[in-house]
């Protein structure tokens, strides 16, 4: 697969980079002989940026490299690429789960030779997964899927724009799928001129590329049709080539890439709102589709289809309709003749024999044993499976990835026994994801437990958790996994897990803020209760 895609990425620009003093192909070695070029990804030809992975020899494992492609004895091009390559230094202070993490920077006399036709490298960290051209080739992504896949990556933007950099996301092979189904920018380095407004575009045109297919921005790979435009010289909207297309979210992606008129979209924080609500309605709209959908149709020749095979024989099918009507009449015959002789037996005639029996006595009372016998020991109905004895962590902490504070010393509050002490978040200006993503707390048990409940006993009524497994103690936040979630009330709010989990790491991820009197966005969390599966 891999070789397929390199063949196919680099065929158009070989001739280029030949010229330039090498040829890029797989078993090529750059940067001072250090990475081991294995598959081509894609290239950015705005910028003569090669998209590639790699080998790193020195501590075996694999890379994303962004090389820029170039004459070193063109000073514009020279200068461009040293644009590039500072701006992703920059970057690589940055973190978040939503982009790769800039390794390396490699220049010209750093890292790079003038003989290897290169200008520079960007180095990253492999983002495991698919392309996001891979995955629209097929198909369009459902409306409700989309939303939430451009809202993870609106997060990252989001966070981005507030440390005030620009990420550069604006090219599809640039993205890569996540195996737990979010957007990454793999291939980080930023054009020159690039700006904020470029991002926020560029979520529209990412938007656009899940519902229809198409890419809306210039400058896309030659493997991704281009946005259709109206004669007026508007991009079509989504909605006018996929019928499925809720209105709201075709308009959102045209609101966010173009420039020109009222009601455009600026911000990525007003995408994430709009994101946010249309996922949420479009999620509702298909759970109610699969629950009427639950009752089996039935075609007009008497079919009732189901998730087996059907059976395609005629003649079968009607036989088989037959004995299941013949099983059915003697099930309801088998029945009626059963309560008959129920009601026989507990209101008899005078002409039974052998005693009356009370049935209108309590189903509690039992009539008095024989006198010298002891009486027969009562049955009790079978229990219900109940939860286990409540498992107390052996360590909590705040979890608060790419940031510091949150009261890190009053973690252990949140699991102390005393509902009188409490862990708070700071207070923050601004509702979550604004600021950031989120904040929490990470618990540690001593040994892997089965968890199935949460309790939390908050102070803060509006705050919304998500409850999260992960394998190690300091995990980033795209390595952990959702396993529940819900809103806390004041005072005790129980959030059940999707399904029983094992693990010996769980994270009280907040994702949503309370507010107080003065408008402050902070929550509190007084107790924590972990509940095993009995």
Known sequence: MDTRRSEQAGEASQVGIRAQGGSLAPGRVVGDGRYRLLAQFGVDERAAAHLWRARDGQLKRDVALTLLVGDPADAEAARLARRTLERAAHASKFGHGGVARVLDVLSLGSGVTSSEGLLGVVVAEWTKGSDLVDLVSQRPVAPAAAARMVQALAEAVDHAHQNGLVLGLDHPQRLRLTPDGALKLAFPGPLPEATLRDDVKALGAVLYLLLTGRWALPGGPAAIPAAPHAPTGRVVPPRSLVPTVPVELSSLAVRTIEDGGHGGIRTSAAILRVLGQVAEAEERTQLIKAVGEEEAPV????????????????????????????????????????????????????????????????????????SGQQPPPTQQPPSVPALGAAVKPSAVAVFNPGSKGDSPGRAKNANDGDPGTSWKTDEYDKQFPVLKDGVGLVVTFKDPINLSQVKIDAGSPGSKVEIRSTDKKNPKLDETKVVGGGDLAAGESTIALQQPQQGQYFIIWITRLGEDEDGKFITELKELTFLPAG
């Open 299 to 370: 075609e007009p020749d008497g079919t009732v289809w189901t998730t087996k095979k059907p059976v395609k024989d005629v003649a079968r099918r009607k036989k088989l309709a037959f004995g299941v009507t013949v099983l059915v009449v003697a099930t309801v015959v088998i029945l009626a003749w059963g309560g008959m002789m129920l009601i026989n037996l507990f209101q008899g005639d005078s002409k039974s024999s052998g005693p009356q029996i009370n049935v209108a006595a309590s189903s509690s009372s039992q009539a008095p044993p024989p």
